[in-house]
């Protein structure tokens, strides 16, 4: 499985980006699809995560009303539209797959597959 995330840039705060992520080899549908990020001098963090099989939808609680994620099937991507853009936002997201379960879906040692990230930077 690989994975490709696009879509990061400068923004003001307030503002919105769409981050991207194509997934192609293998076979993904079983897996679990999340965003992670990770700013400066802290750890990875889980930001949002979707089924590909079935749809169920997962947020970190700092996101939650502000970041929607979904999937494309025909085009084997998944979505996470980031609105209401703050400067703590800022980071470097990567998405990645994996087998996760409810208890697992935050961590990062759940997911086997990772894309490189793409730097996502709000300004004040």
């Known amino acids: 499985v690989q994975l490709q995330a696009f879509g990061g840039g400068l923004v003001q705060a307030g503002g919105s980006l769409r981050l991207s992520c194509v997934v192609s080899?293998?076979?993904?549908?079983?897996?679990?699809i999340a965003w992670f990020r990770q700013a400066p001098g802290q750890e990875r963090a889980f930001v949002a995560a979707?089924?590909?099989?079935?749809?169920?939808?997962y947020y970190a609680d700092s996101v939650k009303g502000r970041f929607t994620i979904s999937r494309d099937n025909a085009k084997n991507t998944v979505y996470l539209q980031m609105n209401s853009l703050k400067p703590e936002d800022t980071a470097v997201y990567c998405c990645?797959?994996?087998?996760?379960?409810?208890?697992?879906?935050?961590?990062?040692?759940?997911?086997?597959?990772w894309g490189k990230g793409t730097q996502v930077t709000v300004s004040s």
């Open positions: 990645a797959a994996g087998n996760a379960i409810v208890s697992t879906i935050v961590r990062p040692q759940t997911y086997a597959y």
């Open positions: 080899r293998g076979t993904f549908s079983r897996y679990t």
């Open positions: 979707i089924r590909w099989s079935g749809g169920s939808i």
